[in-house]
Structure formats: structure tokens, C-alpha cells
């Protein structure tokens, strides 16, 4: 049985070029992509596989269909 999944992802671009991207609710699911379509890619592919490992493994697989988000800006003396 197939079940749909949400997750959010990060995208971060980088100093040296390129995006690294990331999982918050799937710890170590990482990866880099040199645009942001790569990144996005290659995400997916690394939450499909982390998803595959942990169903073998009978653990639960986490969602973000209950996560709310809101971006926080903070000015500070630098």
C-alpha cells in the first residue's frame, strides 16, 4: 500500500556556488545540488531512499503534515 508523505525541504544557497539541500524532520538527509532543480532532485531521491530504510527497519516514517511554518526576522547590532 502506498502512502503520501510531506516533507519540507531547505535550500541554502552556498558561498562556492550551488544549494545544499535538507530535511529538518528526517535527520542527516542532506544533500547538494549546483541549481536548484539538482538540488531539489536529489533531495527526493535521498527522501525516498531514507523512507525505503525506514519502513525495512519497522520504524515510523516522520511528516510535516501538522508543521507550520513562519520565517522570523531578528535585527541585531552586528
Same mark, same amino acid.
Given at each position: 500500500?502506498? $502512502?503520501? @508523505?510531506?516533507?519540507?525541504?531547505?535550500?541554502? $544557497? +552556498?558561498?562556492? &556556488?550551488?544549494?545544499? /539541500?535538507? =530535511?529538518?524532520?528526517?535527520? &542527516?538527509?542532506?544533500?547538494? &545540488? #549546483?541549481?536548484?532543480?539538482? /538540488? =531539489? #532532485?536529489?533531495?527526493?531521491?535521498? =527522501?525516498?531512499?531514507?523512507? +525505503?530504510?525506514?519502513?525495512?527497519?519497522? +520504524?515510523?516514517?516522520?511528516?510535516?503534515?501538522? =508543521?507550520?511554518? @513562519?520565517?522570523?526576522?531578528? $535585527?541585531?547590532? /552586528?
Amino acid at each position: 500500500m502506498e $502512502k503520501n @508523505y510531506n516533507f519540507r525541504i531547505m535550500l541554502r $544557497k +552556498e558561498p562556492e &556556488g550551488g544549494y545544499t /539541500a535538507y =530535511v529538518p524532520s528526517l535527520p &542527516g538527509c542532506v544533500t547538494y &545540488g #549546483d541549481t536548484i532543480d539538482e /538540488a =531539489v #532532485d536529489l533531495v527526493r531521491e535521498a =527522501v525516498e531512499l531514507y523512507i +525505503e530504510s525506514l519502513i525495512e527497519h519497522n +520504524e515510523p516514517v516522520p511528516s510535516d503534515d501538522e =508543521v507550520l511554518e @513562519y520565517n522570523l526576522q531578528i $535585527k541585531a547590532q /552586528a
